[in-house]
């Protein structure tokens, strides 16, 4: 015969509604990832892989820190806007994606 159990039910009701409260936010928030720091030799190399892009139409992989988890998109870069510190890269169906440096995690090339 199986046991009929009410899991987690039965501790919920034990606890005060403020500790279920913490539980979930600190459950939700372990699911993101924070923001990883740039070293300059790492910023340096991007660099000359970016001019490369742009000067030989070279498709490129970007990760980059979104919301508050990773995302990576692919395409051709169209230009790097030094002053606004971006990147403009054009995806497979034609749209123009605009990509803070300082959010870059990786520049790899396809």
Do not use: C
């Amino acid at each position: 015969m199986m046991l009929r159990d009410r899991g987690t039910i039965k501790w919920t009701a034990m606890m005060l509604p403020e500790h279920v409260k913490m539980i979930r936010q600190w459950a939700e928030s372990d699911q993101y990832e924070e923001q990883a720091e740039v070293d300059e030799q790492r910023a340096e190399e991007w660099n000359e892989l970016l001019a490369l892009a742009i000067e030989d139409a070279l498709l490129v992989q970007v990760t980059f820190y979104q919301g508050q988890n990773y995302t990576q998109a692919a395409g051709s870069v169209m230009g790097v806007d030094p002053f606004a510190q971006t990147i403009k890269l054009l995806d497979q169906s034609d749209q123009v994606k605009v990509i803070k440096l300082k959010t870059i995690r990786s520049i790899d090339r396809i």
